[in-house]
């Protein structure tokens, strides 16, 4: 079973960085594609960025010109810099990656972003 090992979350103050990581095992395969989503307190889920196997990169609105996702497909690994991170930014992390037409998921990373 393709297990996704996700770290780098944590508390930080309004205005720091963080980067989170997601890591795929148990698989030989590269995934087509690698995405990040979070969860609110509120439980809303959003997509916050996505990059293809082409390393086309997309980013929800709030996010863009803070948060970066790049990888390395070759070695099932993604990753999210996070940069001006704002309270709104606090949330359960999730990384997702399709391998051979199947999604797989990570077991989500806090992030907190509070004074």
């Known amino acids: 079973q393709v297990q996704l090992e996700e770290s780098g979350g944590g508390l930080v103050q309004p205005g720091g960085s963080l980067r989170l990581s997601c890591k795929a095992s148990?698989?030989?395969?590269?995934?087509?594609?690698m995405s990040w989503y979070r969860q609110t307190p509120e439980k809303e889920t959003e997509l916050v960025a996505s990059?293809?196997?082409?390393?086309?990169?997309n980013y929800a609105d709030p996010v863009k010109g803070r948060f970066t996702i790049y990888g390395d497909m070759a070695k099932k690994t993604v990753y999210l810099e996070m940069n001006s991170l704002k309270p709104e930014d606090t949330a359960i992390y999730y990384c997702?990656?399709?391998?051979?037409?199947?999604?797989?998921w990570g077991q989500g990373t806090q992030v907190t972003v509070s004074s």
């Open positions: 997702k990656m399709n391998i051979r037409g199947n999604q797989y």
């Open positions: 148990r698989t030989p395969f590269s995934p087509a594609g």
């Open positions: 990059m293809t196997i082409e390393r086309t990169r």
